[in-house]
């Protein structure tokens, strides 16, 4: 699978949007990119995922560049529950494993 | 409410001891995985099954073993081989294992040793 490229942390306030990037330069065009998110000693929990196009669901928006090296996940308004580390994630059509990196730790705050 | 169910949330192993890890989905998911994860690290494959009464070998097997005798239970068993057992445990599933399919997520089960 591709590899992803996070910042390791980033801030947002409360309310306002959050827009979390990831690098994925060596992505193929079978590979999927998909976003988790862990909340301290809880499992991951899967938020959107897309192959080229944008998508967007109840939880967020997943834009993903023309050329499929980079995409941000955006959270449109920000709560104090959203606080959590935030995976991005390239995965093979057929590949059956969920490789996470380090992620982001994003801090919304009041 | 559908979902996965991980137990026990908290488990203790003395040395040399055999431990089964309970997971359980009413998703109707065909795929099953368990993951390893360590503090400040991501997940590593344990164990995946696409199907009942057949599991693969993921990145790091040596010491753990699975059955899938029924399309909702994936038993984790961290045997004495295994020789860093401390670790954070989490099951998934998903419809298949195709790409498009998101895997869904258990709580987890936190493993360590007396």
């Known amino acids: 699978d591709a590899k992803t490229t996070q910042p390791p942390s980033m801030d947002c306030a409360e309310g306002r949007a959050a827009n979390l990037p990831c690098n994925h330069s060596?992505?193929?065009?079978?590979?999927?990119v998909y976003w988790y998110r862990q909340i301290h000693s809880q499992g991951p929990q899967y938020i959107i995922h897309?192959?080229?196009n944008n998508e967007t669901n109840e939880m967020a928006s997943l834009i993903i560049t023309e050329d499929r090296k980079s995409s941000t996940l955006i959270l449109p308004h920000a709560t104090l529950r959203d606080t959590a580390v935030y995976y991005c994630?390239?995965?093979?059509?057929?590949?059956?494993?969920?490789?996470f990196g380090a992620g982001t730790r994003l801090t919304v705050k009041p | 409410d559908g979902g996965i169910t991980q137990s026990p949330k908290y488990l203790f192993r003395k040395e040399g001891q055999n431990v089964t890890l309970s997971c359980e989905q009413n998703?109707?998911?065909?795929?099953m995985y368990w993951y390893r994860q360590d503090p400040g690290q991501g997940l590593r494959l344990i164990y995946y099954?696409?199907?009942?009464?057949?599991?693969q070998k993921g990145d790091i097997a040596e010491g753990y073993s699975v059955s899938r005798e029924k399309k909702e239970s994936f038993p984790l068993t961290v045997t004495s081989a295994q020789k860093n057992p401390t670790a954070f445990y989490l099951c998934?599933?998903?419809?298949?294992?195709?790409?498009?399919?998101?895997?869904?997520f258990g709580d987890g089960t936190r493993l360590s040793i007396l």
């Open positions: 998703l109707n998911h065909d795929a």
């Open positions: 994630i390239v995965r093979v059509a057929w590949n059956n494993d969920m490789r």
């Open positions: 998934a599933s998903s419809k298949s294992i195709n790409g498009n399919q998101p895997q869904h």
């Open positions: 060596t992505i193929s065009g079978n590979e999927y």
């Open positions: 897309g192959l080229k």
């Open positions: 099954s696409q199907i009942v009464n057949d599991f």
